[in-house]
């Protein structure tokens, strides 16, 4: 993969301007960096807080040749990358929660933002990945749930470094998911870094309601099965999965 990095000082969101990128025909690897976003997004339509130098907040064209029902693995693959690039440059021991949120000692680090577009070239996935360089980024009703590089390393990160090992790591994972067993081999690489991946209490939020559960590992499209005390086995490709512990 060819990368291409624009870079902002200022933008509305880098999600926002590498789909309009996609839909005026841009090539795999074009990448969209921000040092401030003033409407940084998450799932769901939720805010993402991005002061300007407190964060890595970056967005990515992908063209997948995969099929569709493996698109969803792309969010994983993509927490995969982030999860060996903190491990890799600062020797942190990350937990990954479905479906995108890479977290340190249980508060959130790193959110990702998967959208797909479809444009005169054909089809094209973003993925966009906000990382916390510093705690000035949180306002404090987040200071809780949420860490940074700096307060988990005691040190300020470069954010060109990460940067530079998030786009090399980013490629290596990126191919193995578009091999020919690509699917299998991303959802073994998730569930060995995912303390969510079998076993873990939970609630499940899903847009008419919640329920709980345990949860049973991934099926091939990398939705979160979840067996309930009822014994069934529930499939979750849309929602928020909350550790019981902190949710009751």
């Known amino acids: 993969m060819n990368f291409t990095i624009l870079r902002f000082d200022t933008i509305g969101s880098t999600n926002a301007e590498a789909l309009a990128q996609a839909r005026r025909g841009a090539a795999e690897g074009v990448c969209v960096v921000a040092d401030r976003q003033t409407a ?3 799932r769901h339509g939720r805010v993402w807080i991005s002061e300007k130098g407190a964060g890595l907040y970056f967005s990515i064209v ?13 969010t994983l693959m993509t927490a995969v990358a982030v999860a060996e690039t903190l491990s890799e440059l600062y020797s942190l021991k990350t937990d990954i929660k479905w479906a995108n949120d890479v977290l340190v000692g249980e508060k959130k680090i790193c959110g990702i933002l998967a959208e797909m577009t479809e444009t005169d070239t054909g089809r094209a996935v973003i993925v966009g990945i906000g990382i916390n360089l510093k705690a000035s980024n949180f306002p404090p009703e987040i200071a809780q749930i949420a860490t940074s590089i700096e307060e988990e390393t005691g040190k ?5 470094e990460l940067l530079q090992t998030l786009t090399r790591v980013f490629e290596r994972f990126y191919d193995i ?5 690509g699917a299998q081999k991303t ?3 998730w569930t060995r870094r995912s303390s969510y991946a079998f076993g873990k209490q939970v609630r499940v939020k899903l847009e ?11 099926d091939e ?7 309930t005390e009822t014994g069934e086995t529930r499939i979750v490709r849309a929602g928020d999965v909350e550790n019981l512990r ?3």
């Open 221 to 227: 499209s990398g939705a979160l099965r979840v067996k």
């Open 208 to 218: 008419g309601g919640s329920f709980f559960g345990t949860t049973d590992g991934l």
């Open 156 to 160: 300020r990160p470069d954010r060109e």
């Open 40 to 42: 940084g997004r998450g």
């Open 177 to 181: 998911l578009q091999a020919g067993d």
């Open 62 to 74: 992908l063209r997948p040749t995969l099929e569709a029902r493996f698109l969803p693995l792309i």
């Open 187 to 189: 959802i073994a690489e």
């Open 246 to 248: 902190k949710a009751v």
